[in-house]
C-alpha cells in the first residue's frame, strides 16, 4: 500500500515561511515527477510546483521567486519551501506523485490528504 503523508503546514504571518514535507511510504519501486497543488475554500486545485525525477523544476507564476520544490531520492520525500507568504497563498496544499510500486507495471498517480497553510496577521 502506497500513501503520501504531508507535514509542515500551520499559521505564520504574512512575510513569513513555512517548509512543507511530503514523504511517499510502502512498497514503491520507483517515483516519477513529484508535486505540490493546492486549493483555496471555493477555489478549483491548482497545481504550485512539480519537479521531474531529474530534478527539473516548474513552478505557478504566482509563486515564482518565493517558493522553491526540492526532493529526496533517497527518502522518498519532496519539499516546498515557501518564503514571503501572502494571505493569498493560504489553502489546502497537497502532495501528488507518479509512482510504480514493486511488482507492479504501470505508474499510478497518488494524492496526500492534504496539510493547511493559513497566512494571516
Known amino acids: 500500500q502506497v500513501q503520501l503523508v504531508e507535514s509542515g503546514g500551520g499559521l505564520v504571518q504574512p512575510g513569513g515561511s513555512l517548509r512543507l514535507s511530503c514523504a511517499a511510504s510502502?512498497?514503491?519501486?520507483?517515483?516519477?515527477?513529484m508535486a505540490w497543488y493546492r486549493q483555496a475554500p471555493g477555489k478549483q486545485r491548482e497545481l504550485v510546483a512539480s519537479?521531474?525525477?531529474?530534478?527539473?523544476?516548474n513552478y505557478a507564476n504566482s509563486v515564482k521567486g518565493r517558493f522553491t520544490i526540492s526532493r529526496d531520492n533517497a527518502k522518498n520525500t519532496v519539499y516546498l519551501q515557501m518564503n514571503s507568504l501572502k494571505p493569498e497563498d493560504t489553502a489546502l496544499y497537497y502532495c501528488?506523485?507518479?509512482?510504480?510500486?514493486?511488482?507492479?507495471?504501470?505508474?499510478?498517480?497518488?494524492w496526500g490528504q492534504g496539510t493547511q497553510v493559513t497566512v494571516s496577521s
Open positions: 510502502g512498497s514503491i519501486f520507483s517515483i516519477n515527477s
Open positions: 519537479i521531474a525525477r531529474g530534478d527539473s523544476t
Open positions: 501528488n506523485a507518479d509512482i510504480r510500486a514493486r511488482g507492479g507495471r504501470y505508474e499510478y498517480n497518488y
